[in-house]
Nanobody, 122 residues
């Protein structure tokens, strides 16, 4: 089992920046791919970004390309999401997830955190 805990969510103004972290514990010896997803009120869970174990492969959802950066520090069992130029439509609960391989589908991730709220005011 892998436990994931997100942190860093808060209320920010449009155009601002915010960094999220996701700390993994438990069975972290596996070479997991990590993903960030988000869910806005009344909407489904949406892919944001993903990164493979080595960090050599990274995917982004089109609306966040050029604004968000995913990274990881395997020595710290932590994955990060740096979000710049935030927009009100980025408002959502952000979840990190761990899976066997890099993917944009939430179905491919076995482990999930509880989420952290990001709110962007206009």
């Amino acid at each position: 089992q892998v436990q994931l805990v997100e942190s860093g969510g808060k209320l920010v103004q449009a155009g601002g920046s915010l960094g999220l972290s996701c700390a993994a514990s438990g069975r972290t010896s596996g070479s997991y791919a990590m993903g960030w997803f988000r869910q806005a009120p009344g909407k489904g869970r949406e892919f944001v970004a993903s990164i493979n174990w080595s960090g050599g492969s990274i995917y982004y959802e089109d609306s966040v390309k050029g604004r968000f950066t995913i990274s990881r520090d395997n020595a710290k069992n932590t994955v990060y999401l740096q979000m710049n130029s935030l927009k009100p439509e980025d408002t959502a609960v952000y979840y990190c997830a761990a899976g066997t391989y890099i993917s944009g589908s939430p179905l491919d991730y076995a482990y999930w955190g509880q989420g952290t709220q990001v709110s962007v005011s206009s």
